[in-house]
């Protein structure tokens, strides 16, 4: 009995150890990666508590107006992998806006990431998206662009905002959710004011396939134009930077139906 009682108080005081130094290492990877989405930002803008940042990827070629797409970052923050991404698809002639819903803060470590995302709640994302809409025309001075054709998708954490804002917003014409969070009701994905792109994979452990099943039934219940595919052989997040999308056969496809999705929907 005594032996017992050392090994639970010596898991008790591992366990312990273990919370105070995931704790801990909060501050410090802040700390770490302060100035890293400054440094990253090119663009602010007036937001509902002060400025907000954001990346903006422009056209490289054509005199446009230019459709804009709205990319939410994944739970990380902004960081250089969606920057990659929203340069990538720019180049089929698209203004993409990449704004920090994140207010300044990116990482890497995983209880930072998880902190931060219990740290944005929906109503803040909200007004945030609201807010760089409302500056997208001055985003891009130098370009016209045509904020009737927009689009909004994101990846993840960036997914599921991305379809709960256009859930709230109908003036959005399309949405790509990659491995985001989805709803199956079909009473309230009929709110939405354009075509559905999801993009999943088979062996995501946080996205129950029976989940992307009922938003895809949902969606046909409701009307929406829609096209949902599941990729084998892959978890979550396996969309992850241009290199690798260029590189690596499944990524590529899973971009390609990006591309063609987004040029049936608001051209480019």
Same mark, same amino acid.
């Given at each position: 009995?005594?032996?017992?009682?050392?090994?639970?108080?010596? #898991?008790?005081?591992?366990?312990?150890?273990?919370?105070?130094?995931?704790?801990?290492?909060?501050?410090?990877?802040?700390?770490?990666?302060?100035?890293?989405?400054?440094?990253?930002?090119?663009?602010?803008?007036?937001?509902?508590?002060?400025?907000?940042?954001?990346?903006?990827?422009?056209?490289?070629?054509? $005199?446009?107006?230019?459709?804009?797409?709205?990319?939410?970052?994944?739970?990380?923050?902004?960081?250089?992998?969606?920057?990659?991404?929203? $340069?990538?698809?720019?180049?089929?002639?698209?203004?993409?806006?990449?704004?920090?819903?994140?207010?300044?803060?990116?990482?890497?470590?995983?209880?930072?990431?998880?902190?931060?995302?219990?740290?944005?709640?929906? *109503?803040?994302?909200?007004?945030?998206?609201?807010?760089?809409?409302?500056?997208?025309?001055?985003?891009?001075?130098?370009?016209?662009?045509?904020? $009737?054709? #927009?689009?909004?998708?994101?990846?993840?954490?960036? /997914?599921?905002?991305?379809?709960?804002?256009?859930?709230?917003?109908? *003036?959005?014409?399309?949405?790509?959710?990659?491995?985001?969070?989805?709803?199956?009701?079909?009473?309230?994905?009929?709110?939405?004011?354009?075509?559905?792109?999801?993009?999943?994979?088979?062996?995501? /452990?946080?996205?129950?396939?029976? $989940?992307?099943?009922?938003?895809?039934?949902?969606? *046909?219940?409701?009307?929406?134009?829609?096209?949902?595919?599941?990729?084998?052989?892959?978890?979550?997040?396996?969309?992850?930077?241009?290199?690798?999308?260029?590189?690596?056969?499944?990524?590529? *496809?899973?971009?390609?139906?990006?591309?063609?999705?987004?040029?049936?929907?608001?051209?480019?």
């Amino acid at each position: 009995m005594l032996l017992l009682k050392r090994v639970l108080v010596g #898991l008790l005081v591992a366990l312990l150890a273990v919370v105070a130094a995931v704790a801990v290492s909060i501050p410090v990877d802040r700390w770490l990666a302060r100035g890293t989405v400054e440094r990253l930002a090119n663009a602010t803008v007036p937001g509902p508590d002060g400025p907000l940042q954001a990346y903006v990827a422009v056209p490289w070629e054509g $005199e446009g107006p230019f459709p804009v797409v709205v990319m939410i970052h994944e739970f990380w923050g902004l960081d250089e992998a969606t920057i990659g991404k929203a $340069e990538l698809l720019a180049e089929d002639g698209y203004v993409v806006v990449a704004p920090d819903l994140m207010r300044g803060r990116t990482t890497r470590w995983l209880p930072s990431a998880i902190w931060q995302t219990i740290r944005a709640p929906d *109503e803040r994302v909200r007004a945030d998206l609201d807010a760089v809409l409302a500056a997208a025309d001055d985003l891009a001075p130098e370009l016209a662009v045509d904020t $009737e054709r #927009l689009a909004v998708m994101g990846f993840c954490f960036g /997914g599921r905002h991305a379809l709960r804002y256009a859930l709230e917003r109908p *003036e959005v014409r399309a949405t790509g959710v990659f491995y985001g969070n989805v709803p199956g009701d079909a009473d309230a994905l009929a709110r939405l004011g354009g075509p559905v792109l999801g993009v999943f994979g088979a062996e995501d /452990g946080s996205i129950p396939l029976a $989940e992307v099943a009922a938003f895809e039934q949902g969606l *046909e219940a409701a009307g929406v134009d829609h096209q949902v595919r599941v990729f084998d052989g892959v978890g979550h997040a396996f969309v992850t930077t241009a290199q690798a999308i260029a590189s690596d056969p499944v990524q590529g *496809e899973a971009w390609a139906l990006l591309r063609a999705f987004l040029r049936r929907t608001i051209g480019g």
